[in-house]
């Protein structure tokens, strides 16, 4: 990764508990900050248990996720795309990812693509460029939304079922360690309803704590639980080449 010594964090903060969602509305803005504080949470579990070795972060973005995994890897390689939306002083490289990727085949112990699948428009050939640059053993961790708002237009193609995420790994010759959605109906209610009332600080701040509260609680967990199967805010994906 370029720059090292001067990144910063972004859309995630490492704290003394843990990964949290930021603060900083320029990078992680009100009406979503519940989910994404699901979703730090839950990448930093899967982060923790599976990176290692040398680890190609795709789909980059300004490295949210380095603070997580940068003690349980030997080096980072960071891959963003020319149409993002925002300037990029870490990526190593900037390529089409819905093209060939001009890396080294099974090069890497660990590849990271987080928020990103949903916004590739030949997923097909990212998975099997994924699966190639991957070492024999080594592992994918892919996050995706399912039930999200539409974002980062107009490069947002596809929201993608369990189903279909096993269908991608076992076209690609890679086994399923854990394939596990990050909520359930509680989770999709609450993040629309944050979203709807963006507008205002106060209402958010109030929504966010009593939303923590409710999805952490037994009726909370419970329902989550019961209806994760068919509504679910997303999937956190990890397979093995």
């Not at 290692?52 to 490295?63: A, E, F, I, K, Q």
């Not at 980072?76 to 149409?83: F, T």
């Not at 024999?136 to 929201?159: A, C, M, N, Q, S």
């Not at 959605?181 to 507008?199: C, M, N, Q, R, T």
Request: with cysteine; hydrophobic share 40%.
């Amino acid at each position: 990764m370029k720059n090292k010594d001067t990144w910063k964090p972004s859309k995630f903060v490492m704290t003394k508990r843990g990964c949290r969602a930021s603060r900083d509305t320029r990078v992680v803005g009100i009406g979503s900050r519940f989910i994404a504080g699901i979703q730090a949470r839950v990448y930093e579990n899967a982060i923790r248990e599976h990176a290692r070795g040398v680890l190609l972060d795709l789909g980059c973005g300004r490295v949210p996720l380095y603070e997580v995994y940068k003690d349980y890897i030997s080096d980072n390689v960071c891959v963003d795309w020319s149409h993002a939306f925002h300037e990029n002083p870490y990526s190593d490289h900037e390529f089409n990812l819905n093209e060939v990727i001009p890396l080294e085949s099974e090069r890497f112990d660990t590849i990271l693509l987080t928020d990103v699948l949903e916004h590739i428009s030949n997923p097909d050939m990212l998975w099997r460029e994924m699966a190639r640059m991957l070492k024999p053993g080594g592992k994918v961790i892919v996050g995706v939304p399912f039930l999200h708002w539409i974002h980062e237009e107009p490069y947002d193609y596809y929201r993608y079922t369990e189903h279909k995420l096993r269908a991608f790994c076992e076209g690609n010759g890679l086994a399923v360690v854990s394939l596990e959605p990050y909520g359930g109906s509680p989770e999709v209610v609450l993040d629309i309803v944050a979203k709807h009332i963006s507008f205002s600080r106060i209402l958010s701040a109030v929504h966010l704590l009593l939303s923590n509260v409710f999805v952490k609680s037994f009726v909370g967990r419970k329902l989550s639980a019961r209806t994760s199967r068919y509504f679910t805010p997303g999937y956190c994906l990890v397979a093995r080449k």
